[in-house]
């Protein structure tokens, strides 16, 4: 029963979340189990190009390090603000769910090619909080019970949380960056006068991931209608 629950529970994550989220968990459990080393996944581009080691380029987005503060902190804040995203403003909109994972993840490879980062996941995810915080800019957030703020401050919450810690803001500000880029051409710039919308999500893409549209107009057959023919359906006794 418990098997069940649980397992009912993880279906009804949304494809995309659930994907993502479980690949990063898998990679991370692989890791610890030394089946994969950490240099088989990071971000190389000489070994990319040399070697054609591309599955790097997917690889150093689904390490966040060993299981520790940092991987469930990570591991929360991915789950929760990619979820939020997918259910909310691409909801029933797959395909450009996962374009913008694919230009995301393009625009970091290429910032990060200059910026000598080798693992991208944790940018990544900043990315996804960053867009949810601009599209909800009303909600009101609380962070450890210790500072009250609109949602678009939380990725600088977050980036400021990191350098406390000790860690190097380079990563949360490429998060940022790529994200206000993604924010800007989808949600600003086609509101703009003389604007117009540069993101178009390719169609083979919406193809593979987006389930085709019923027509208004379309009239099934008897035999395809719900509960078969409609027996007992024409003018009433009597009329």
């Known amino acids: 029963m418990a098997y069940q629950t649980l397992q009912q529970e993880y279906l009804q994550i949304p494809v995309v979340t659930r994907a993502y989220t479980t690949a990063c968990v ?8 030394e089946i994969i080393t950490p240099f088989q996944l990071y971000f190389n581009p000489d ?17 966040f390090g060993p299981v520790g503060f940092n991987f469930l902190f990570n591991m929360i804040f991915l789950y929760r603000y990619c979820r939020m995203l997918e ?3 691409f909801r029933g909109r797959t395909a450009d769910f996962v374009f913008m994972f694919l230009f995301g993840g393009l625009l970091m490879t290429i910032f990060g090619t200059f910026v000598n980062l080798v693992f991208l996941g944790q940018a990544f995810t900043i990315m996804l909080v960053y867009v949810w915080s601009r599209r909800n800019p009303n909600v009101r957030l609380n962070f450890f019970g210790l500072l009250n703020f609109q949602a678009p401050f939380l990725p600088w919450v977050l980036m400021g949380f990191s350098l406390l810690l000790g860690n190097s803001i380079i990563v949360d500000l490429l998060g940022i960056a790529v994200g206000h880029v993604y924010f800007f051409l989808e949600d600003v710039f086609p509101n703009q ?35 078969g023919f409609a027996w007992g359906e024409g003018q009433r006794l009597g009329g």
């Not at 070994?47 to 390490?63: C, E, G, P």
């Not at 006068?193 to 027509?215: A, C, H, V, Y």
């Open 26 to 33: 898998l990679t991370t459990a692989a890791v610890q189990l």
């Open 47 to 63: 070994l990319i190009l040399r070697n054609y080691q591309v599955w790097r380029l997917i690889t150093n987005f689904l390490f």
């Open 87 to 89: 259910e909310s403003s």
């Open 193 to 227: 006068p003389g604007g117009g919308r540069w993101l178009k999500t390719p169609s083979i893409i919406k193809m593979l991931f987006d389930t085709p549209e019923e027509d208004a107009n379309y009239n099934p057959l008897p035999e395809e209608r719900p509960g």
